[in-house]
């Protein structure tokens, strides 16, 4: 599987609520970087990302660039919460070793999550 293909897998079994799929497809010490979560390792940011479990609903990969064992992706991430429902486009460079994830950087609007959430 090339490093696009994996990321892919990796994202459709994520936000369809697939964690234990998700987390086959990342290395032990997966570095994950992003607005609101930075984590060192796979235990980690699962833990870090375990709230986004009962909102997502999944993902529409637009388009991804590959360059060996680095894959750059655009994509809407879709949540819905009781605040409403929508998209929350997303770019993520990923970096591959051994087969699987081991890194990535996130970067996406606050702001158009934080519409998207419930307020206190």
């Given at each position: 599987?090339?490093?696009?293909e994996?990321f892919?897998?990796?994202?459709?079994?994520f936000?369809s609520?697939?964690?234990?799929?998700?987390?086959?497809?990342l290395?032990d010490?997966f570095?994950?970087?992003?607005?609101i979560?930075r984590?060192?390792?796979?235990?980690?940011?699962?833990a870090?990302?375990?709230?986004l479990?009962p909102?997502?609903?999944?993902?529409?990969?637009?388009?991804?660039?590959q360059?060996?064992?680095?894959v750059?992706?655009?994509?809407?991430?879709?949540?819905e919460?009781p605040a409403g429902?929508?998209s929350i486009?997303?770019?993520?460079?990923?970096t591959?070793?051994?087969?699987?994830l081991?890194?990535?950087?996130?970067i996406?609007?606050?702001a158009a999550?934080?519409?998207?959430?419930?307020?206190?």
């Amino acid at each position: 599987m090339d490093a696009s293909e994996l990321f892919r897998t990796y994202l459709d079994r994520f936000t369809s609520g697939d964690t234990a799929g998700a987390a086959e497809l990342l290395t032990d010490d997966f570095r994950f970087h992003g607005p609101i979560l930075r984590s060192e390792g796979k235990a980690a940011f699962l833990a870090g990302s375990a709230q986004l479990g009962p909102i997502m609903r999944g993902v529409q990969i637009h388009q991804q660039w590959q360059d060996g064992d680095q894959v750059c992706s655009f994509y809407d991430f879709k949540i819905e919460t009781p605040a409403g429902a929508g998209s929350i486009p997303m770019a993520e460079w990923n970096t591959v070793r051994d087969g699987k994830l081991a890194s990535a950087r996130l970067i996406f609007d606050t702001a158009a999550m934080a519409a998207l959430m419930p307020t206190a």
